[in-house]
């Protein structure tokens, strides 16, 4: 068995002197376990022996498939080099090898039976993709604690480990790193966004992450479609109708600061997301960010007001 302590300080203390055990979590051994435990040695060395790993977990084929699928987008991605079976993750890849853990440990779950407790959180990982109104309360508050104290990493690969919404994986971080607004003010925030100079906007799907830094033109809606009229450059036709939600987010990432207006549909998946640009020194550019400040308690106070 391994557990897991209350995030917060106040909590810990709290409960202690409540004469309670601070533990928020418990988790039981499985037959898989000694091969978890072997794919996280491994890979914080540097180094991952596919022969070895498959021989000695006589996996499926389509989970070995998948192991592979995921190296290759990890190689693809500057991640790790790959020579047959032998996987050496590069500079990045040591950085990021937390997060390329969590998504060989999800891989392996598959195995088990869907009962079998597979997580800290009080319902398991790796499920069908459920709506926000079907998410326990144990199970937000769970991620709400582990992100209190580390709001870094891919939140797409978070959402899917934790079979939960990008939209409710971003609600779960603390409140001061973002102000949610409704999809109705879809054509109104993108008219303010083509003022704003370059930004980059990202296209983030589980099959590829798609970029474009420069300006966002000005649109117009015709035929049920926000259509943008730039000449040059970015150019599209987007459906306003689809949004539900609008994200200003504000958040480290690869300890570095963003901030990104994040759009998403009724199914708590992310449309695109445009990011604020950079100075020189790679700062977020002070212009654009004391325009996303504004815009975003602009719109949360109409959000009060109305509510």
Same mark, same amino acid.
């Given at each position: ?77 500057? =991640? ?7 996987? &050496? ?35 398991? #990982? ?17 991620? #709400? ?32 790193? /973002? ?13 303010? =966004? ?50 539900? &939600?609008?994200?200003? =987010? ?31 020194? #790679? #700062?977020?550019?002070? &212009? ?6 504004? =815009?975003?308690?602009? /719109?949360?106070? &109409? ?5």
């Amino acid at each position: 068995y391994s557990y897991a302590n209350t995030a917060t300080l106040a909590d810990y203390t709290a409960a202690v002197q409540a004469g309670r055990k601070p533990v928020t979590g418990i988790q039981q051994a499985d037959a898989l376990q000694a091969l978890r435990d072997r794919v996280v040695g491994h890979l914080e060395t540097g180094h991952l022996d596919l022969t070895a790993l498959f021989a000695e977990a006589a996996l499926p084929a389509a989970v070995a498939e998948h192991i592979v699928g995921r190296i290759d987008h990890w190689v693809a991605a500057g =991640l790790a080099h790959r020579r047959e079976a032998s996987v &050496d993750l590069t500079t990045a890849g040591r950085f990021w090898s937390n997060n390329l853990i969590t998504e060989l440990n999800a891989a392996l779950s598959a195995l088990l039976q869907a009962d079998t407790p597979s997580s800290h959180c009080p319902i398991p #990982r790796n499920t069908a993709m459920r709506s926000t109104s079907t998410t326990t309360s144990e199970h937000r508050q769970c991620l #709400r604690e582990r992100l209190a104290d580390n709001q870094d990493g891919i939140l797409e690969d978070l959402a899917r480990t934790e079979g939960m919404p990008l939209l409710e994986v971003i609600c779960c971080l603390p409140e001061s790193h /973002w102000t949610r607004i409704s999809g109705g003010h879809f054509t109104a925030v993108m008219g303010e =966004l083509a003022h704003w100079g370059d930004l980059t906007t990202m296209v983030h799907t589980q099959d590829l992450i798609l970029e474009f830094k420069g300006p966002i033109p000005e649109g117009r809606l015709g035929h049920g479609f926000y259509n943008l009229i730039g000449r040059q450059g970015l150019s599209g036709h987007l459906r306003p109708d689809h949004c539900t &939600d609008i994200i200003f =987010l504000q958040r480290p990432f690869m300890s570095r600061d963003t901030a990104s207006v994040q759009f998403f549909n009724a199914t708590g998946e992310c449309m695109f997301k445009v990011f604020l640009g950079r100075d020189a020194e #790679r #700062r977020l550019r002070p &212009d654009q960010l004391e325009r996303f400040a504004a =815009l975003a308690a602009r /719109w949360r106070e &109409d959000n009060e007001v109305n509510s």
